[in-house]
Structures are given as C-alpha cells and as structure tokens.
C-alpha cells in the first residue's frame, strides 16, 4: 500500500480511539445517573442495607466514577470485558455466543435491503414516471410506515405459522436451522432500512443522470448497460457506499428490536435484557462493541470510497 | 426466603373465560418413557446457587438437578420422600433424623452421604437472603453415611414442611472440591435431571439422570426450557409447536389457547396489592390505608384488571397453602365509607399521591390505571407512575414511594415462607413495625396441629387486617398452557410442578 494510504489508515485509526474513550466515559456517567440499584437487583427484596452495602463493594459500585472508570480501562487494556454481575460469566463468553446471531441478522438484512434497494433505485431513477416507478415509491413509502416489530410478526404470522416452512422464532441448533430461522428476522430488517437506501439510490443517480460527462456521453452514442456500468453506476456507488454504512449502524440498532421480537439470542437481546437487570460490566462491553462496530463500518466505507473515486486525495 | 416477589412482571386476563380451576393437564393412560418436551418461560431462573433464589422458575428448576432431602407431593399439599427415604421427629419434635436411599449417587457416579446432607444444611443456614428461614436449625450431626440429624433450638414443624421448597438442595461436600461459584457454574446434584447445557437468559437443557435414585423416573429424555420473554413470540413459538408448554401465560392471551389446552391454577397462592409506604405522610396515617382498602372495588377491579381470572383477596396471606385460613373478616368496600375515612386522615385533598407501578407489562400498567381510577374516585389525587421494574424495587426498597403495585407468592407447601418475606422487608416496605408477625411466625413454626397453626396465622391475619401495612386485593389464576403432547403436568397452588412425572404423549 503506498505511504499516502498508510498514513490515511492509520490517521483514521487513531481518531477512533478518543471516540471510543468518551463514548466509555458516557456510558459509565450515565450508568451513575440511571436510577435503580444493580446491588439490590443482585442481593434480592428480602437482603437488608449491610447486605446490599456488601455486593455493592463485591462489584466495585462503592468506587467513584473515576475509580470505575480506570478500572475498567486497566482491565480493558489486558483483553477483559470483565464477568456479567448477574451470571458471574466472562462477558467474552457472551458475545462470542452471541455475536454469531448479530452478524448473521445484519448479514442477512443488508443483503435483503440491497437486493431490495438496487433494483427500485434503478426504476425509480431510469423511469422515473413508468407504473415500476410509482408502484416502488408507493410501496417504499407502505413500508417506511410500518414499525418492523410489526412487518416482523405479519411476517411470522403468515410466512411462518401458517405454512410451518419457516421456524416463528429461536436460532436453531444446525446450519441448517439457523439459516432457515434468519429468513424472517433478515426479511424484516432488510425491508426496515431498504426504503431509506432504494429513495437515497435513486436521488443519487437521478443526480449523476444530469451531470454533464452523461450528456457527453449520450450524445456519443453510449446507452444502456455499457452507460450504466462505466458512467452512471461507478459516479452514483460512492454516496450509496456511505449511505449504505449508515444503513448498516442503522441496521444495528435494529437488530435490537428484530431480535426480541423472533426471540433471537443476539447481541441486541442481551442488551436490552442486562440493561433492564442493571448489568452495567454487560452493557458497558456491548456499547464498546456496537461503538467499535459503527466506526469500524464507517472507515471501511470511508476507505471503499476513497478506493472508488479517483478524485480522492489520501490526507 | 421462600416467597417471591414478582412485581407484577406477568399476567392480565382474557375477557370472558370462566376459570376452569384444572391445575393438571388431561392425563390419558400409563406414563411413557423417553421423548422430550420444550417448555417457555419469560424469566430464566436467577443461577444455581440456591440462597440467589427469587423467580418462580428458580424455585421449581433447581430441585429438578439438585434434589433435596424431601419434596412437595404434586399436589402441592403435603411433602413426600426426596432423598431421604424417611425421616422422624423425637419425642420433643426438636430433632429430625432423615434416613437417606440406601446406594444415592450424584449424578457424576460420585456416593451421597449424609455428610453431603449436612454440608448442604450448613450451606442453607448461612445463605444471606434465604438464611432465616432456616434460623431453627442449630446443629447437625451424621451417625451414619444415611443418617443425618438435625437438631433445633424448638419444636419447629415449619421447617420439615420449608425443606421442600426448591432451594433446599443437596450439593456435593465442600462443593466436590471446588469454589462455590464454579461448583454453581456447572452444578452437580443427585436430582432426576443433568445439565447439559445452560446458556443463561437463553435456554437450559436439562436430561435425564441415569443415576436417579428411581429407576422409573423421569419419565422424559430432554427437558428443554426455552427463556422468551415477548408474550407474542412465546404464544407463535407455541402455536407453532415449536414450544410444547408456555409457563404463566399473559393473562391477556388466555384467549389465544384453546380451553382444553388451558391448565388454570385457580387462585394461585399469590397475594396481589397494593403496598403502602407507611414511614411517610399519607400512607402512615391508617385512615388513609382504610381509605385505599375501601376505595379498591375488588370485584370490578378483578374484572377490569384479571378479566375474571382472580379471586377476591380474602386475607393478607397465600391461598391454598398449609396454613392458608383467611382473616376471617372482610376486607370491605364502599366509595363513601371511603371517603369517610379520607376525610379522617391526614390526607389534604389535591395532594398528589404517587402510585408505581411496573411499566413493562400491559397488565401491570393496565392495573395501575384501573387501581388510579378507583383511587381518585374516592378523592385521592393519584399520580400514576409507571417504572422499570428495577426502578420500581429499587424505588421500594429505600421507601421513595407512597403506593405501589405488587405480588407475592408462596414457593412451597406453607404459608410460614411468606412471613419471611413480610418480616424482612418490613411488611413489604410498608415500614411499620413486624413484631406481632414475628410473634405469629415464632408460634406458626412450632405449630403440631392444623388449629394451632390456624391460630397463629389468624393473629397475623387480623394484625394485616387491622393495620394494612399492604392492601391485599386479589388471589391472581395462573394460567399455563399445554399442548396436547404434555402429559403428567400437575402444578402445585404455589407454581411448582415435579418435572420428573411430565411425559410425552
């Protein structure tokens, strides 16, 4: 890679560390604020204050901010997420059982909302005033409106219940199983964020459409596929590259909602199950990870288009 | 502790549904060995370590791997041989001396003796939650490798009985060599299920324990428990047969389960209220309580909030449990009487009062809304707060509350389990003063006849009655669903069913 590449990476690389330290320090000031005592969650109703006062000191909860704060950087820095208070289990058990779920939910769900996506934006943009073109921005504008809990259930109901040929909800034990039961959560996340991107693609290309290197080369005599490929796909892919990692941190956050609702064992379920137990060591590592996650995406994506347009200057 | 504070983390009710009051699935013919069933729950069990026990599930799950020396009878009435084949009181009723199977093994193929029993009593005594309960026990003694004794400072019956419940376990001597925390990470016990594999919030796999003491039981291969917590994924997964039983259905979706599908505990032996912080104004003031108790229209609001699938609370303590008397009295009702009182208390009118209740539930909310509204009817300006349950025990626990919404429950055959739970927090964070329950507790445990231990819970009963310290309004219906495929289910008034008699049809 040449030098101007190398000192871009490791540029971008570096920004992301402050990122990712105040987003820890964010979480650990808000963990202070939430109310509810994960002490007295653990110890039980029937534990008295010195019980309570006891498991608060177990889990380090009597230290100030700062002092937790450190403490979970110094374990950080030696590769500990540290235990679940509620399990007593490495929370590197957890995502590694967990994250598979996540990463095949999001998988599933960008490739439904590209293939999705791509075609609609195409119609939308080429024929714009052809029925394809109406049908698709009236069914984008149906889907938009529908919460995916609820897409998620009709899907489940119909798809599901009724003709037995996909599971209603769980993970499965074998590939098989697991691929089977990602068709509906992956469908319902994928028509969640597809809109957005079908509606972003073709704005983009109606754009590129109207630029003056596509009249050029119309009136040379390039049209269809050859025109799509080499002039209107290449200058339209870099915004839809970025919107499509927005898609993705988008897609995160609905993994959340798509995994409590098919009863999906992923990392968005654990989430909300040790936030609502107060299992701050659980929520503070998932927050790291998803962190880590959206800005990974989005230097990859800043990468993907500084690679596809040759008018990128690596600084 | 030996009850279970639930904070009205389930159930609502379906409109119309007379309560069928089977609490067993339709058994047809002789028990079949082999298969397996999945059964949902909304909660996971709280670990295996037993003085962590506070979910329903806990208490029915860990005796299933864990066996204890005696256990409840399916019917929840009485308690029947575990580990010990037998046991005998002296003359004096202050020692019990248990006699274990002859050959037990845990289910590593290592022996069972007696010092595995007593190691496990120490273990319940010193538990910091649930150690009280077990205060009577003062020493124990292992003449044999199958005899173990256990002496009391007094007479305690309450204890036999309280040993059934699920967290009395018996675990291997100083945890077969390990910490406590792994030992309870993998654990080992001599009960008709193994572990084969637990993934915490998620699923529990449990099998059948060659080694089991009876050769006959369980019935079942694989038992597996599948933790859902949406109501409507839990009923797709179950009309879909991808889950065989659902435990403790949302009231609200009683209607979705085919009548003959419903196995219906009918009451519960739960006690849902309202509790009353009694350590601030206006809930110290007990014309106010009498004004809340008057104010709450049971009836309508069993109707209301239950759909019907409840009974009228008629006492401050459990149903259908040993020693479940009632109060003898009335917990009335009337809108003028209730104003009446208001208009005697301390109560200024306009003052807002806070009412918490549990924000995850429709029932819970739905609850809170309808109790509001009886509340206001009688002049009491109720500021209906809706909370994250952790909020809401938080929030009760350091008295930030006035009234709050709630349930208890029994876990085992006694109504004794439950004035633990009273006594240590202080009347369900009510703040008055627990003596005359203690003294009634103290009294209640050493009880040897049904009308010595009538006695004894009605003094409490009164004093509950007297005083509110909570506002009981209903004996909640549990509603289980069972598919055609589950047989021998036979769920105890406090929840528990032996998953060793299930079998699959």
């Known amino acids: 890679m040449p030098a101007g590449r190398l000192r871009f990476v490791a540029g971008r690389l570096l920004q992301v560390v402050p990122v990712l330290l105040a987003l820890l320090l964010i979480v650990v000031l808000l963990q202070q604020l939430m109310p509810g005592d994960p002490a007295r969650v653990i110890a039980g109703p029937r534990a008295g204050a010195e019980q309570v006062a006891r498991v ?133 996340i994928g028509l969640a964020a597809m809109p957005l991107l079908a509606r972003s693609g073709a704005a983009s290309l109606r754009q590129v459409l109207a630029a003056d290197h596509i009249t050029t080369a119309r009136s040379l005599g390039l049209s269809g596929w050859p025109l799509l490929r080499r002039h209107l796909l290449r200058n339209a892919l870099p915004p839809a590259v970025t919107l499509l990692a927005v898609q993705a941190a988008a897609l995160l956050f609905g993994a959340v909602i798509v995994e409590q609702t098919f009863g999906l064992p992923g990392l968005g379920a654990e989430m909300v199950n040790a936030a609502s137990q107060r299992d701050f060591p659980v929520v503070q590592a998932l927050t790291l990870i998803f962190g880590t996650a959206i800005i990974g995406i989005n230097l990859l994506a800043d990468l993907a288009v500084a690679l596809l347009d040759p008018r990128t200057t690596w600084r | 502790m030996g009850c279970v504070l639930l904070v009205m983390a389930l159930l609502a009710a379906a409109c119309g549904n007379e309560p069928a009051g089977n609490s067993a699935s339709r058994d047809a013919g002789t028990p079949k ?40 009878a399916p019917d929840g009435k009485s308690i029947e041989p575990g580990l010990a084949e037998s046991w005998k009181l002296d003359a004096k009723a202050k020692t019990i001396t248990f006699t274990l199977r002859p050959g037990l093994t845990f289910s590593d193929g290592r022996p069972l003796t007696s010092q595995d029993a007593a190691f496990s009593v120490e273990l319940w005594r010193k538990g910091l939650s649930l150690g009280t309960l077990y205060a009577a026990i003062t020493a124990t003694a292992t003449p044999d490798p199958r005899t173990l004794v256990i002496k009391m400072s007094k007479a305690s019956t309450f204890t036999l009985t309280w040993l059934s419940n699920g967290s009395s ?241 029994s876990v085992s055959p006694t109504v004794g389990d439950i004035f633990g739970l009273i006594v240590a927090t202080g009347g369900l964070y009510s703040g008055l003063p627990m003596k005359t329950i203690s003294d009634a507790f103290a009294r209640l445990e050493v009880a040897r006849t049904d009308q010595e231990r009538a006695e004894a819970v009605r003094v409490a009963e009164t004093w509950i009655h007297d005083n509110l310290p909570y506002i009981p309004t209903a004996f909640p219906d549990r509603l289980f669903a069972v598919s055609p495929k589950v047989k021998g289910l036979n769920v105890t008034p406090f929840l528990s069913y032996p998953a060793d008699l299930l079998w699959a049809a």
């Open chain 2, 33 to 72: 060995r082999g298969g397996s069933l999945t059964i949902l729950r909304a909660a996971d069990i709280d670990g295996w370590d037993p003085d962590k026990a506070i979910q329903l599930a806990t208490f029915q799950t860990l005796p299933q791997v864990m066996e204890g020396l005696v256990r409840y």
């Open chain 1, 56 to 188: 608060r000191h177990d889990l380090g909860l009597d230290q100030s901010t700062a002092g937790q704060f450190w403490t979970y950087l110094t374990h950080l820095s030696h590769g500990d997420l540290g235990r679940s208070n509620r399990t007593g289990i490495p929370i590197s058990a957890i995502v590694g059982e967990r994250a598979a779920v996540t990463v095949w939910l999001l998988a599933g769900g960008l490739l439904v909302s590209t293939l999705l996506a791509v075609p609609a934006a195409l119609v939308m943009a080429l024929r714009p005033r052809s029925v394809a073109a109406r049908l698709c921005a009236r069914s984008l504008t149906i889907i938009l409106n529908c919460p995916p809990f609820w897409v998620g259930l009709m899907l489940a109901s119909v798809l599901a219940l009724r003709t037995g040929w996909l599971p209603v909800g769980g993970f499965g034990e074998d590939t098989g199983d697991r691929l089977r039961s990602m068709v509906l959560p992956s469908l319902t």
């Open chain 2, 169 to 409: 376990v018996i675990v291997p001597k100083d945890f077969g060599g390990m910490n406590r925390k792994d030992f309870f990470a993998k654990p080992i016990g001599a009960g008709p299920f193994v572990v084969t594999s637990y993934r915490p919030g998620r699923q529990l796999v449990l099998e059948r324990n060659p080694r089991y003491h009876d050769p006959a039981r369980p019935y079942l291969d694989r038992l597996t428990y599948d933790v859902v917590a949406d109501p409507n994924q839990q009923m797709l997964r179950y009309q879909s047969r991808q889950a065989d039983a659902i435990e403790a259905v949302p009231l609200d979706l009683a209607a979705q389960i085919p009548r003959e599908e419903q196995v219906i505990v009918h009451p519960s032996a739960t006690i849902h209220g309202i509790f009353v912080n009694a350590a601030r104004q206006p809930g110290n003031d007990l014309h106010f309580r009498r004004a809340v108790s008057l104010a709450i229209d049971r009836a309508r609001y069993i109707q209301a909030v239950f759909g019907g699938l409840a009974a009228p609370a008629t006492g401050g303590l459990p149903p259908r449990v040993q020693g479940s008397v009632g109060c003898g009295c009335t917990y009335e009702t009337g809108l003028d009487k209730a104003k009446r009182e208001l208009a005697q208390s301390s109560y200024r009118p306009g003052t807002k009062v806070e009412l918490v209740v549990d924000a995850t539930t429709p029932f819970s909310t739905r609850a809170g809304e309808t109790a509001a509204a009886l509340l206001r009817a009688a002049g009491i300006e109720v500021d209906l707060q809706k909370l994250e349950v952790q909020v809401l025990v938080d929030r009760q626990a350091k008295g930030a509350y006035d009234l709050s919404l709630g349930e208890v429950g």
